[in-house]
Structures are given as structure tokens and as C-alpha cells.
């Protein structure tokens, strides 16, 4: 038997209001999805635990509870992060445009040692909606932002059909981890 230690990992999750943050969050960690629009409230973070590469990894992923719109997350919500999720709607040009926005505030907020080579992992959300006839952002487009940041890891993702949300998420711990 082995007494294996448990290493925890700080996620934070940004992007703007309505992207699909939370739907994320909880399909990944509660396998639900809500139609329902609902401004989080409650807990600051949730968490799941995972094997990566045989060590066991709890990953506690923090969720901003609808401040994103005033811009007033504390400094406890990026204390200690080991990983930034930025999450956009592949249908709403304006939250593709306001990523560079949400790198820069984690980047002055979290202020990690080496910004260079902090991870970071871009999600597309919501590329169910209306069939796909609805997408605004390309994935071209998405990846050669992606490029521009020092190759930040991109998957495409869809909360409400739980498309690529355990790819994702995985890799988010991987990434972490790795960083750690
Ligand atoms: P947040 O403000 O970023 O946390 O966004 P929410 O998770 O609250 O989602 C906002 C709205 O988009 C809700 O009505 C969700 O049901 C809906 N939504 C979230 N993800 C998806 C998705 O992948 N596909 C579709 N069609 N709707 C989604
Ligand atoms: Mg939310």
C-alpha cells in the first residue's frame, strides 16, 4: 500500500459573464447542466479529484460569482493559482475580444514569478449552440491567438452537450501539475 500524498491544485476560472464558466464547472465536476441562467452564488470554489501520471491530484477550480462584470475579484481568488481556465462563447465576438483583457488582469493580479511560462488554457464554449450556424470565432482564428500567447493549449468545448469537457479539464490538471 502506498501512503501517497495528495497534491492540490488552484484553478481559476475567467472570462466574461454569460461565456459558461459555471456550466463548465458543473458538468465536469457534477455531470449536470443547467439551462437555467443563475448568477453563482455560494461556495468560491469547487473541487474533484483525479489520477494524473499515477499521482492523486485534488484539482479545486474557483469560480467568480458574477463580479467578472465590475472587474472586483479579491486578491484571495488568484492567490496561489497554478493554472488560468479563460473560457469565451465561440458565438459572442466581444468575449473573443476581451480575452486579451482577462490574460493581462490575471498576469497583474495573480503576478506570478515567471508570466512567461505561467499556464494558461483557452476554452471555446458553446459550439452546440444553434448548430454551429451561430459561430462567430474560428477555430483558426482562436488558435492563432492561442499562438500569440506563447502556445497556449486550446480545445472547443460545449458545457451543455458535455463535448471535450473532461479533455479539457484534464489537461488543465496535467497542465498544472506540471507547473507546480
Ligand atoms: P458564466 O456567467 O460564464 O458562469 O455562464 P453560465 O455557466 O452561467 O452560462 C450562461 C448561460 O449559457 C446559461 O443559460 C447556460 O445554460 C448557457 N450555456 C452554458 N454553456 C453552454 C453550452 O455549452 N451550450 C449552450 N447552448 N448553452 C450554454
Ligand atoms: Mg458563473
Redesign the pocket.
Known amino acids: 500500500m502506498s501512503l501517497q500524498k495528495r497534491t492540490l491544485l488552484k484553478v481559476i476560472v475567467l472570462?466574461?459573464?454569460?461565456?459558461?464558466?459555471?456550466?463548465?464547472?458543473?458538468q465536469y465536476v457534477h455531470m449536470k447542466?443547467?439551462?437555467?441562467?443563475?448568477?453563482?452564488i455560494g461556495a468560491d470554489f469547487v473541487t474533484k479529484e483525479l489520477q494524473i501520471d499515477e499521482r492523486n491530484v485534488t484539482l479545486q477550480i474557483w469560480?467568480?460569482a458574477?463580479q467578472?462584470r465590475f472587474q472586483s475579484l479579491g486578491v484571495a481568488f488568484y492567490r496561489g493559482a497554478d493554472c488560468c481556465v479563460l473560457?469565451y462563447?465561440v458565438n459572442v465576438i466581444k468575449s473573443f475580444d476581451n480575452l486579451d483583457n482577462w490574460h493581462e488582469e490575471f498576469l497583474k493580479q495573480a503576478n506570478p514569478t515567471d508570466p512567461k511560462t505561467f499556464p494558461f488554457i483557452l476554452l471555446g464554449?458553446?459550439?452546440?449552440?444553434d448548430g454551429g450556424n451561430s459561430r462567430v470565432v474560428s477555430e483558426t482564428k482562436a488558435k492563432d491567438w492561442c499562438a500569440s500567447k506563447e502556445n497556449i493549449p486550446y480545445f472547443e468545448?460545449?458545457?451543455?452537450?458535455d463535448?471535450n469537457v473532461d479533455e479539457a479539464f484534464h489537461c488543465i490538471a496535467k497542465t498544472a501539475l506540471a507547473n507546480e
Open positions: 472570462g466574461d459573464s454569460g461565456v459558461g464558466k459555471t456550466s463548465l464547472m458543473n447542466f443547467s439551462q437555467q441562467y443563475k448568477a453563482t469560480d467568480t458574477g467578472e473560457v462563447d464554449n458553446k459550439i452546440d449552440l468545448t460545449s458545457a451543455k452537450e463535448i
